[in-house]
């Protein structure tokens, strides 16, 4: 029996993490819509049925790139195509609960300047501990927790 020296065994197990960390970290890339709105197609065409629409800085989850298409998923699980000219990748998150407050500083002592609904994305600006700066595509701006986000 051979023996494999013990270097050799470390560097075959890192290159076997590698090589089987590296398909879900691909897969895992986030990215955000950056026109106003965007088509999501049931098919990787422009000739496909447009399934919903999304707006301004709604955050996507790529799990397969064919061409210049990727398929995503989105905070709630659902699928669907988008072509890549239509996404970037800007630091977004979008409202997961039923309505969360957006606040004038990171901190529930601060003033609450208006709530937002399920599904409103929103641009990050800057993280302070749990609290977000966030920004909506109207301008509209404030502090949310960071765990009322997906």
């Known amino acids: 029996m051979v023996e494999i020296p013990m270097q050799a065994r470390r560097f075959i197990l890192m290159m076997l993490g590698v090589l089987l960390i590296a398909p879900w970290a691909m897969a895992a890339e986030r990215v955000a819509v950056k026109g106003s709105v965007a088509n999501v197609r049931a098919k990787p065409t422009t000739q496909s049925d447009t399934l919903w629409q999304i707006e301004r800085y709604h955050p996507l989850l790529i799990i397969e790139k064919k061409g210049a298409w990727y398929r995503f ?40 300047v208006f709530d937002a609904d399920k599904g409103t994305p929103f641009k990050v600006l800057k993280k302070e501990g749990r609290w977000l700066k966030v920004e909506h595509a109207d301008g509209d701006g404030g502090w949310i927790f960071s765990s009322l986000v997906w």
Do not use: C, M, Y
């Not at 989105?74 to 000219?85: A, L, M, N, R, V």
């Open 73 to 112: 998923k989105d905070f709630e699980g659902d699928e669907g195509w988008i072509h890549k000219s239509l996404v970037d990748k800007t630091n977004t998150v979008i409202i997961r609960v039923r309505r969360a407050n957006i606040r004038s500083g990171p901190g529930t002592q601060h003033n609450l």
